[in-house]
Structures are given as C-alpha cells and as structure tokens.
C-alpha cells in the first residue's frame, strides 16, 4: 500500500510532463509539416 504513494504522484507528474511536451510540441511547429520529410529522401540534392 505504501508504494502507491509513490508511484501514484509519479504517474501524474509523468502524464502532465508530456502533456507540457506535447503542448511546447506543437507550439514550436514540430508537426507543421509532416508530409514533405519523408518525400525529402527521393530528391537528390548536388551541391
């Protein structure tokens, strides 16, 4: 009983770690464009 006094704060801290993440995620543009990356690869790019 007495762990989920530990793990039970752990959990939440966990969660709204990457709730924050995600949030900070979307705000900085990572999922903008989620297309054109894995076309990148077909396109030789000569320097």
Do not use: S
């Not at 959990?11 to 990148?40: C, H, S």
């Amino acid at each position: 009983m007495a762990v989920i006094y530990i793990l039970l704060p752990l959990a939440i801290l966990m969660t709204i770690g990457g709730i924050v993440g995600f949030i900070w995620a979307v705000r900085r543009g990572q999922f903008d464009d989620v297309e054109t990356p894995k076309y990148r690869i077909l396109f030789r790019d000569d320097d």
